[in-house]
């Protein structure tokens, strides 16, 4: 199949580095996003998130005229959607998987569907998404068919295939990374591939589209599972008085044991929310997955409690000050070093806890965004390290950032320091 213009509907983190690659292999991508700030902004050239390369690889796409942005769709030969899916309560579950976004953008391409062309979900998805997209689709245009009805003979294929790269390192692993391709059937997975094939260097592999949408689940379960396990390490080092960094440098010399690094938690839109899909439509059986979860989820709270006892213990060497007479600075909000990503971030709940809980000054060292999120109170501030470094008593490593492994011991001399990356403290 011909794959003359293909349409992005998303053009956040994976959407916009996936059109952009697309592009660069000179083929016609259209973005499509509700955001009209994204869209003006990528039409100039520019980009809206902060992702080694990808400046480059927009601009020169948007100028040689392979990519252009709008907010409504229009024909093409393939649509790829990457759109959020986050949670909704539901009778008293927090973390049921609203498909929502999903539903939204089957509609909105639904009217310029034709005949012959391939529909893509690229959002990490509960199982059964895909299929539930395919139904939205063939009840907005009831003139054509769907694999779920018409199998090979269907009108319109579509299938799943999830994304899985690094931020920082997209634009590289797009191209380099295998990429899982679940077709709702055998022609669905083999037309994607054959998408997938016009920029992917490494190995397209095609099944099925529920087998696609729990192998994405499934890596991330295992990363998050194995993270739990050196969070809960930290914790109870912490409690018997033991270095959680020796201990693991120590424990995985040996050879077959690889301890991850413990931190404040887990971020991102993927390690953090993927194992509840697993665990909403298997509660009974998925009880490692939720204890790792709970794990994970917890340990923000554990850091927010740390800080308030030295704060404590500040005080108490302090006499002559009181709690609000106390600076603490936060050393970063992202869910990872060196982006601006602040989605499910551990960091930012952290340093919004700490300004509702904790009566003192907050400072939050953040070299990655240019202005806090709208829901932090007046009294907190966006800080240059320097500055932070000059006026806080406590400070609290959260982020990894390159530019914070450059902060030298002298600098810290004086402070109280919790690091819960290991980079200060190891």
């Known amino acids: 199949m011909e794959f003359n213009t293909i349409s992005m509907i998303g053009l956040g983190y994976i959407g916009l580095p996936t059109a952009a690659v697309i592009a660069s292999r000179r083929k016609k991508v259209i973005g499509v996003d509700i955001n009209q700030h994204a869209v003006d902004t990528i039409n100039r050239g520019d980009i809206h998130i902060v992702e080694p390369e990808l400046d480059i690889i927009v601009h020169s796409a948007v100028q040689e005229g392979y990519l252009r942005a709008?907010?409504?769709p229009e024909p093409a030969d393939a649509f790829l959607i990457a759109v959020p899916t986050p949670f909704k309560a539901e009778n008293g579950n927090e973390h049921v998987p609203d498909l929502a976004y999903i539903e939204a953008a089957s509609k909105v391409i639904a009217p310029v569907l034709e005949k012959g062309n391939l529909v893509i979900?690229?959002?990490?998805?509960?199982?059964?998404?895909?299929?539930?997209?395919?139904?939205?689709?063939?009840?907005?245009?009831p003139d054509l068919t769907f694999p779920q009805t018409h199998g090979e003979e269907s009108d319109i294929r579509v299938a799943h295939c999830p994304e899985r790269v690094l931020p920082g390192h997209v634009v590289r692993e797009l191209v380099e990374n295998d990429r899982v391709i679940g077709g709702m059937t055998p022609r669905c997975s083999e037309v994607a591939a054959s998408l997938y094939r016009i920029f992917v260097e490494g190995e397209c592999i095609t099944t099925t589209a529920r087998t696609a949408e729990m192998a994405k689940l499934t890596e991330n379960s295992f990363r998050d599972v194995n993270i739990a396990f050196a969070n809960e390490l930290s914790i109870i080092c912490d409690r018997i008085d033991i270095s959680v960094w020796e201990l693991i440098r120590l424990a995985n010399r040996h050879p077959r044991v690889n301890i991850l690094q413990p931190g404040p938690g887990v971020g991102g839109h993927c390690i953090a929310v993927d194992p509840w899909f697993i665990v909403s439509e298997t509660p009974e059986e998925a009880r490692l997955i939720r204890t790792a979860r709970e794990v994970n989820d917890g340990k923000p709270q554990w850091v927010l409690e740390k800080v308030q006892q030295e704060v404590g213990k500040f005080l108490t060497a302090h006499p002559d000050k009181t709690a609000r007479d106390v600076t603490v600075a936060c050393f970063g909000l992202a869910f990872k070093p060196d982006i601006d990503d602040l989605r499910e971030s551990p960091a930012l709940k952290i340093a919004q806890s700490m300004v509702t809980n904790i009566p003192g000054n907050i400072l939050i060292v953040e070299p990655n965004i240019e202005a806090l999120p709208e829901d932090f109170v007046e009294r907190t501030s966006l800080s240059g390290a320097e500055e932070a470094l000059k006026s806080a008593d406590i400070v609290v490593m959260l982020v990894d950032h390159k530019s914070f492994k450059e902060i030298s011991p002298g600098e810290l001399e004086g402070k109280v320091v919790i690091d819960t990356r290991?980079?200060?403290a190891a």
């Not at 979900?121 to 245009?141: D, F, I, N």
Request: no cysteine; glycine share 8%.
């Open 70 to 72: 709008t907010t409504t």
């Open 121 to 141: 979900l690229e959002s990490t998805s509960p199982v059964g998404a895909t299929e539930q997209m395919s139904k939205w689709l063939a009840e907005a245009r």
């Open 422 to 424: 290991g980079i200060w």
